[in-house]
């Protein structure tokens, strides 16, 4: 039965039925719960910033137990060039749902100004291609003549931007990882399913508990045409520069308890586990999301950079 539930809200999310319904809308970007680690996938005037070479790989599964579930699997990597004020990266995104799949190949690319003393500003651009695919093969089909559904594979170009200002205490960021409208089955004359263009907002300031312990309050704000606010608020605390403890909340969502380890000065580690707060939380068991990230060049005169973003 829940394997039942699922796909019927996979299909109806996808697809319009024949009776003449509005083309649906929701939120459609992949979800991270630790996104705080990787904003260059939301935001491209990112890159670069941390100043060394950032790789960081992140896997997702997302309501456990329940077949058909959201599974991704993200790596992106990011650099200064050596060119003043100049960023670059490289990312790729694969988000499975049901029967679907989506694949991101994207290139990032960042110019950073200085506005003040210990202020930046920094503008990013992203650029790349979505691969899509639907096996409807992956359905329980069990009227055939309600809908006429084939298997579809399509590519469509992503066209991205955004502005990042941070010092070494806070940040601001206004992005959208793809400002481009994308029809999926519009060859079908019964439905169509439309990708819309999201907007993003971040925002982080770090405040000094003691000579140990750092803490950092966070908000991201997703916003999409059709769709409620999707708000995540979090805090992590920084310990002694290894530890990292956070717990996180999404609005209307999912409470997070994330934990990370500095395991050198060049490798990270971390995981997050998400609490569905909503009525789909009785039919799974929670979300896991684990984290790598390895850099390069972090020193900064002798210390590792304590730059805690």
């Known amino acids: ?62 309501w456990v137990g329940l077949s058909g579930a959201p599974e991704t699997v993200n790596f992106s990597v990011n650099s200064p060039i050596g060119v003043q004020g100049v960023g670059l990266g490289l990312g790729f995104t ?14 990032d690319f960042s110019y950073t100004i200085q506005v003040a003393e210990e202020l930046n500003l920094s503008f990013g651009i992203k650029g790349g291609i979505s691969l899509f695919s639907l096996d409807p093969n992956k359905l329980n089909i069990y009227n055939p003549n309600d809908y006429d559904l084939t298997r579809e594979n399509s590519a469509s170009p992503v066209v991205g931007g955004g502005l990042y200002l941070h010092s070494n205490r806070w940040y601001l960021g206004l992005s959208s990882p793809n400002f481009l409208e994308t029809d999926h089955y519009d060859d079908i004359k019964v439905s169509t399913a439309t990708e819309k263009s999201h907007i993003y907002f971040i925002g982080g300031y770090v405040f000094d508990l003691s000579n140990s312990i750092k803490l950092k309050p966070a908000v991201l704000v997703k916003a999409v ?31 997070s308890a994330m934990a990370g380890f500095q395991i050198n000065e060049n490798i990270m580690v971390g995981y997050a586990y998400d609490y569905e707060t909503t009525d789909l939380g009785s039919y799974n068991n ?16 002798g210390k590792v950079n304590p730059r805690f973003f």
Not at 94 to 107: R, V
Not at 240 to 248: P, R
Not at 286 to 301: A, D, P, V, W, Y
């Open 225 to 255: 045409s059709g769709a409620p606010l999707a708000i995540d608020i979090s805090a992590n605390a920084l310990i002694n520069n290894s530890f990292t403890l956070g717990l996180a909340y999404r609005l209307d969502a999912a409470v």
């Open 286 to 301: 929670g979300s896991h999301e684990i984290f790598l990230r390895f850099e390069l060049g972090t020193r900064l005169k």
């Open 94 to 107: 694969s988000d499975k749902l049901g029967p679907s799949m989506e694949s991101l190949i994207t290139a």
């Open 1 to 62: 039965m829940n394997n039942y539930i699922f796909k019927t809200l996979v299909f109806i999310l996808f697809v319009s039925v024949q009776i003449g319904l509005e083309p649906l809308y929701a939120q459609q970007d992949s979800q991270f719960t630790q996104y705080m680690y990787n904003t260059v996938t939301v935001n491209p005037a990112y890159a670069g910033t941390r100043g060394s070479l950032s790789m960081v790989g992140v896997y997702r599964n997302q």
